[in-house]
Structure formats: structure tokens, C-alpha cells
């Protein structure tokens, strides 16, 4: 299922605009929010993000060409019946999300060292790349310089917690350790980085044949697994290629990167 997943995920990624660095940007996303996951961070926030915030800052900016020509900034934003249930609607929706958070976990929530640390770096990161930034023209998208505002709030927030918390503990908390399968992690990331580099080379029907088995057969790190059943997963990765091909190039004719093979 993960290698399935991996290539339909690349395949998708590089046929909205037949670019390899959309590829390279979802692996690096990918990886990070693996990472964040281990240490309590949705990937829900992030992908909606991606999606929705190229549209939402476009359609902020044309509101704020119209405010302008218009009325002003808060009658065309906070007033009429149907902004002004919106908000109702965004304000209940973040209330309920607190409050449901937060209800019963009050006595479980404890923050550590490893929420200090985090809170540490996403601060720093959100500080140098605010720095970075040039906008002078108003025109300028201003969507990334308000999250990283937020973005180093909350970080700054979590630092200051994580510390008081643990300058009062009085007795040391054993903190279980986030467990990270280190050999698995990076062969599969080895594999992916192979997988990706070789598409151009050999194509990406081929290519995604020998990543398919491969991943199947190798992954598990377990030499007794390698060669059992080597039959079915040469067949289960020459039948799933195969539905690809049928599908996407025959009777959808979609470009995929081709290379040595097919």
C-alpha cells in the first residue's frame, strides 16, 4: 500500500503543471509532516494550507482593491448579513475546536523539553525568514509575512509554557521517547530519493515497476521476506503498472516523464 501510494502521489503531483520540483516540494513536505506527526503536529492544517491559500490570498487582495475603491476596509469586510454570519460561523468553529481540545486534557497536558525544543526552532526559523522578506509593494502577497507572525507567536507561547513548566516541576517526569524506526525511515527514504531520481532516467511506468517490487519485497528489512512469494510480487507490481498505463496513458493520455524505458 505505501509504494502505491508514493507513486500515485508522484504521478498526480507532476501532471498538474508536468513539473519535477512540485514533485520534490510534496517529498519534502511529506517528510516533514511524518516528523511533525511524531511529535503531535496535524498535517490537516498544512495540506489545507497548500491548497486554499494561493486561492484565499487572491481573493483577499481583489477585496482589498475593492475596499479601497470603495467603502473602506471594515464596511466591506465586517459588514452585510452574509459576512457577518461567516465570521459567526469561523469564530464558533475555532471556539468549539478549543474547547473540545482542551476538555478532559487539562490534567493530561504537560509540556517537556522536546516542546521547548520545537517551539525553539519554529521561532528562529519564523524570525529568519520574516527577516528575509521584501515587501515593499502593497500588492505583495501578505499571507506568508501574517503566518509567520502567527507562527512565531504560538511558537514563542509554547516555549514560554514548555520553560515555566519545567522550572516548576519540582520532581523529574519520566517522558516516554518518541519512537522513531531510524533503519526503516531512511531506507524508504533512500528508496523514494532513487525512485525520483530515476524517473526522467528510465521513465516513469518502468521506474515505478522496479519501485513497486523493490519497496514490496525490501522494506520490511527482513531477509526471510525478501524472496517469499517473489512470484506474487512480481505480478501484483506488473499488474499495477499495467492498470496505470491502461489508464492514464491509452484512455486518459496524460504526460508522464519518459526516459530509456517507458
Do not use: W
Request: proline share 4%.
Amino acid at each position: 500500500m505505501a509504494a502505491s501510494i508514493v507513486i500515485l502521489a508522484t504521478f498526480g503531483t507532476y501532471c498538474v503543471q508536468n513539473s519535477f520540483h512540485d514533485v520534490i516540494v510534496m517529498f519534502a513536505l511529506g517528510t516533514l509532516m511524518y516528523i511533525g506527526n511524531k511529535f503531535g503536529f496535524s498535517a490537516l492544517p498544512v495540506v489545507m494550507g497548500v491548497i486554499l491559500g494561493g486561492i484565499a490570498e487572491n481573493n483577499f487582495l481583489k477585496g482589498l482593491l475593492i475596499a479601497d475603491a470603495g467603502k473602506g476596509l471594515l464596511p466591506h469586510f465586517f459588514t452585510g448579513p452574509i459576512n457577518i454570519i461567516l465570521i459567526l460561523i469561523c469564530a464558533t468553529s475555532i471556539a468549539y475546536g478549543i474547547y473540545s481540545g482542551r476538555k478532559g486534557e487539562t490534567k493530561k497536558m504537560r509540556v517537556g523539553r522536546s516542546d521547548a525544543i520545537v517551539g525553539g526552532v519554529i521561532l528562529l526559523y519564523a524570525i529568519v525568514v520574516y527577516s528575509s522578506m521584501k515587501a515593499k509593494d502593497p500588492l505583495t502577497p501578505i499571507f506568508p509575512a501574517a503566518t509567520l507572525i502567527i507562527m512565531g507567536s504560538l511558537s514563542l507561547l509554547l516555549l514560554i509554557l514548555s520553560l515555566a513548566s519545567m522550572m516548576a516541576r519540582k520532581e523529574p517526569r519520566e517522558v516516554s521517547p518518541v519512537h522513531f524506526p531510524f533503519s526503516r525511515i531512511i531506507f524508504s527514504g533512500l528508496l523514494i530519493i532513487g525512485y525520483l531520481s530515476a524517473l526522467n532516467i528510465l521513465g516513469f511506468y518502468f521506474t515505478a515497476f522496479v519501485f513497486y517490487l523493490v519497496f514490496a519485497s525490501i522494506v520490511a528489512l527482513d531477509r526471510e521476506a525478501i524472496f517469499s512469494r517473489l512470484h506474487n510480487k512480481v505480478l501484483t507490481s506488473v499488474l499495477f503498472v499495467f492498470i496505470l498505463y491502461m489508464l492514464f496513458k491509452m484512455l486518459l493520455k496524460v504526460q508522464t516523464p519518459t526516459g530509456l524505458a517507458f
